[in-house]
């Protein structure tokens, strides 16, 4: 089996540096880079199981853990959007190569950051062969968690400079900034078209609490010219990690990689 290592990164330079923690193991191209959701890391139920499904596939494989997630230094309050799309950004420089680009939830916000800056300013080493975006979240902080909030919860953000919200995953009440929703503003993506120069697949759950699959729908018609599907699975809810979700994923990645 290929061991795959844990390697560390410095990104950032003064008050702003953090050390992002990589797992990887080597492979054959298009490799598959990994990018989590807000508040959960790179060890979590679909990330192992990709990390399995590219190791008997023979395929590279990278992952994360942004600043203030799991193994990575930083502080979660000092996250925001514009921070942890440049901590992928650093990590991708890494990595040689056509890849595939997998985001769940915020990764799938992070994902078509990353797919902007690459065409921008394009990596020597590496390019996009696809993306398979999970109930994808750009805009999350504006278009769906800032109006959830309470007005005493939108008070406390704006004069207290943060809100203490309570986690339904039982693992304590975790800081919402007014950096962070700030910050998401400048990085809105929705209100333009978009263009990733790739095929994009996305895997959406009508029965989404966290992110309604009406968010996918109009996401979908944000792509201007990119092949882009949607597979809307009727009673799939957010983390979409059930066995028969997963097997939705692999078929993804693997049309995506053999295309």
């Known amino acids: 089996m290929v061991e795959e290592t844990l390697d560390r990164l410095d990104v950032g330079k003064g008050s702003a540096a953090r050390e992002i923690a990589i797992r990887s193991f080597p492979g054959k191209t298009p490799g598959i880079f990994w990018l989590g959701g807000f508040k959960s890391d790179m060890k979590g139920t679909k990330a192992e ?60 916000w992070i994902a078509l950051l990353l797919a902007r800056a690459l065409q921008a300013e394009p990596s020597g080493k590496a390019s996009l062969k696809g993306m398979v975006l999970i109930a994808p979240a750009p805009d999350f902080t504006e278009a769906l968690m800032w109006p959830q909030l309470s007005e005493d919860a939108k008070r406390d953000v704006m004069e207290k400079g943060f809100w203490l919200r309570p986690s339904e995953y039982g693992d304590g009440p975790y800081p919402l900034t007014r950096a962070l929703f700030e910050d998401g503003r400048n990085n809105l993506l929705m209100d333009k078209p978009l263009q990733t120069g790739c095929p994009v697949r996305v895997l959406q759950g009508a029965a989404d609490p966290d992110v309604p699959y009406r968010h996918a729908l109009k996401l979908v018609t944000c792509f201007a010219q990119d092949d882009v599907v949607l597979t809307l699975i009727k009673d799939g809810d957010h983390r979409l990690s059930r066995p028969e979700d997963l097997e939705r994923l692999m078929q993804a990645v693997d049309e995506l990689a053999e295309a």
């Open 49 to 108: 199981a990709l990390a399995e499904h590219a190791r008997k596939t023979g395929r590279a494989y990278t992952r994360f853990d942004y600043s203030g997630h799991g193994e990575s230094g930083g502080d979660f309050r000092d996250g925001t959007i514009s921070r942890w799309a440049e901590e992928a950004r650093a990590v991708f420089a890494r990595v040689s190569g056509p890849q595939i680009l997998v985001g769940s939830s915020m990764g799938g």
